[in-house]
């Protein structure tokens, strides 16, 4: 076996290009032919160069919203299945969407305009509702264990998950017909965000959960053993398993408020990736994060380009690539 | 009237008789009571069928629509007073403020309906349940398509033959047909700007922008007020425009549709969201105009109205 910092250079390096490269690419091609010249020639003015607007607010802040919340989703998406244990766990196991998914729907239901920090009231409110959900069931199963119970977690958060979408479907029932289907469209996940506002706002979350993602590498190996042994190793595995969900919904709440709950990322990502470089969480997370962020991407570039000028929802492209790829990982774990 | 008074020469001896029937109290006087009830409650039936024939035939008296579109239709062709119950979006004319609401497109509520007992019911086409459960009630349907501007009198003609108002119909489609192509020749030979007509958006940002395809009735105004809509191609109603599409088209004038009025404060902010693509030519050149407007939700009757505000907008010229 070669040492764990070779491999980690070696995947830091292949998955980084290739995150590179679909970053570098994606912003190229579009529903529209631009000259990269005019959209560079820094004679003519911005507010009349309809190139230049193309690249920098329709598809740059779009490619590196792709880029963000890939490598947040995929991440948490490693971070939930160690902290559970569990295979099939994904950052929206415990809650977070559906609750985020309620504030979303509250705020586009009831049309509340009001903006903070440049940021418009939908993806406020979606994180809003994160933090609630992650609240509820942070404090469930914290309330009837000394430490923090993984089984109650797991149990509140696939509840709170139902409860959440009960509310959802109630309010939507009386809400009107363009409302019902916004929500639903925000549902599918969607990267045009036309500013650099909502990514300027989720730098300091994800700088904060990376750094922890960061920290957690060794901790989640240990964890991965089981709790006891991890224990008699020296963790503390209650504070690791705290840090690894806070965390963990930290990254995957900034994620959804600026792009929708979109799905697969959070699987299928991890587990390719643990195909490729093997199961150690040292190189496991960063090559995720970049995998992801490639892999986020080339959906958004295939979700704006396949049907132009209609557009695909991202969400939808990541599942109809990522369900398949789902079952034959349960197929082949059976 | 030779009806009438046939009816009470048949009742009239026949009462008589049952009444000294009672007053001997015999045997055969039984089958005289007999003779009298079965002859008037044959006549009531006959009756009851006649009227109820009559009335299916010509005219219902007892409407439900679910849309408010046809329920402004049967307003302007006279059959206001027979409308019973309306949809749960139903605005206009005032008097639908005082009916009972027996839901909507996707929460009908079928008992309402039957409580109201209807003899027509106009529901979406698309409500195929609805419409089963209807017609195993034995109502009579009419069945509503949402469709283009040409639909509109289409739809207002007959329905108004279905209603027993058929001359009052051909007369109001006719007028609703004259106000259009008169909006269309106040603009005709004009410079057609490229229009954009944006009907939903989220609030504060550029995203989850839906616009006019080329189908459908806000097509159709866009077209016959003197515009161009950016997107005639895409053959559906309605597009979801992220900002490169937008810029990409250029529309010369963006027409925002908003469910309230707002403060001029509040109307500035939302229009100041377009300043992110300043290369748009209507952005540019600030044409961007909110549209708080009912009568561009409803096809029905008022659609020249419609056109003509939106003619107004694009061509402010024209109507100097």
Known sequence: MTGVRTRLAVSVAGFGALAAAAILFAPLAGSTDIDLRRVFDRSLPFADNTDAQIFFVARLPRTLAGAVVGAALASAGVVFQGLLRNPLATPFTLGISSGSALGAMLAITWGWSFAALGLPAVPLASFAGAIVAVGIVYWLARARHAGLSTNVLLLAGVTMNAFFSALILFVQYFADFAQTYRTLRWLMGDLDVSSYESLIATVPLLTAAFAAFAWLARPLNLLSLGPDSAESRGIDVVRAQRTAFLSGSLATGAAVSVAGPIGFIGIIIPHLVRLIVGADHRVVLPASALFGAAFLVGCDLLARTVMSPIEVPVGVITALIGGPFFLWLLVRKG | ?320
């Open chain 2, 1 to 320: 009237m030779k009806d009438e008074g046939r009816r009470k020469s048949a009742c009239g001896p026949s009462e008589a008789r049952s009444r000294r029937a009672r007053a001997s109290g015999g045997g055969a006087p039984r089958a005289l009571i007999k003779d009298a009830v079965t002859g008037t409650a044959l006549w009531v039936l006959l009756l009851t069928i006649a009227a109820a024939a009559q009335q299916v035939a010509v005219r219902p008296a007892r409407i439900i629509s679910l849309i408010p579109a046809v329920t402004e239709m049967l307003f302007a062709v006279g059959a206001g007073e027979q409308v019973v119950g309306v949809g749960s979006f139903d605005r206009y004319p005032p008097q639908v403020e005082k009916l009972p609401r027996v839901g909507a497109l996707l929460d009908p509520d079928l008992e309402k309906m039957l409580s109201l007992r209807p003899d027509l019911v106009v529901i979406y086409g698309s409500q195929t349940d609805l419409q089963q459960q209807l017609e195993r009630a034995k109502v009579p349907l009419f069945i509503y398509r949402h469709a283009g501007l040409a639909d509109v009198t289409k739809t207002m003609r007959e329905l108004g033959g279905r209603v027993g108002r058929g001359q009052e119909a051909d007369a109001a489609a006719a007028r609703v047909e004259a106000a259009l192509d008169a909006v269309g020749r106040s603009v005709k030979g004009r410079t057609k700007p490229r229009v954009l007509l944006v009907f939903d958006r989220e609030a504060g940002a550029l995203r989850g922008i839906y616009a006019s395809g080329g189908v459908g009735f806000l097509h159709d105004i866009i077209e016959l007020a003197g515009g161009t809509n950016v997107f005639a191609d895409v053959q559906r109603q309605s597009v979801q425009a992220g900002t490169e599409l937008i810029l990409a088209r250029r529309p010369d004038v963006i027409l925002e549709l908003r469910l309230g009025t707002l403060g001029e404060a509040a109307a500035r902010a939302v229009r100041s969201d377009w300043d992110a693509i300043p290369a748009v030519p209507a952005v540019r050149n600030g044409r961007v105009v909110l549209i708080a407007d009912e009568r561009m939700r409803v096809p029905g009757p008022r659609v020249a109205e419609a056109a003509r505000l939106i003619a107004e907008t694009l061509h402010p010229d024209a109507f100097k």
